[in-house]
């Protein structure tokens, strides 16, 4: 048996967390991601402790993504001069399932939300994004509590 919440994004830690796959699907906006820290605060922690999971399935309800970023940066070379500058680039709607496609085995620097929107900062390799849906509800599903290591 698994565990299931519904509207309880605040009883966890997304920071660090991997991501294994995101996409679109029937109105939803779904994550899987990988060591998610479960808060002692969650309603399904009975411990008294910070735990973590993995393949947590993070699911926002009624999503509609309302931006798409990537974002800028500055590149500079070993002796600190400026080499390029990229400005923040907005991702087309026509393109947000194949940019979804590439977050995996990405991982997650921060989710927020603030009001009925959740804002996600994805870090890669040479490149980061930021994408904010704004959706009804959040679900999360996972399996297993593991120690948080």
């Given amino acids: 048996m698994g565990y299931r919440t519904v509207d309880e994004f605040n009883g966890f830690d997304f920071k660090d967390a991997h991501v294994t796959s995101m996409e679109r699907r029937n109105g939803h906006f779904i994550a899987v991601l990988d060591d998610v820290k479960i808060l002692p605060s969650n309603s399904c922690n009975r411990d008294i402790r910070e735990m973590r999971t993995n393949e947590l399935v993070l699911k926002l309800n009624d999503a509609v993504v309302e931006e798409f970023i990537l974002e800028g940066c500055k590149i500079y070379d070993a002796d600190g001069v400026l ?67």
């Fill in 83 to 149: 080499q390029e500058e990229r400005e923040d680039t907005t991702v087309e709607s026509s393109e947000y399932d194949k940019t979804l496609k590439e977050m995996e085995d990405r991982y997650i620097y921060e989710i927020t939300k603030e009001n009925d929107i959740y804002t996600i900062y994805i870090d890669g390799d040479e490149d980061s994004y930021m994408i904010k849906v704004k959706a009804s509800h959040d679900t999360q599903e996972w399996e297993k509590f593991l120690s948080k290591e």
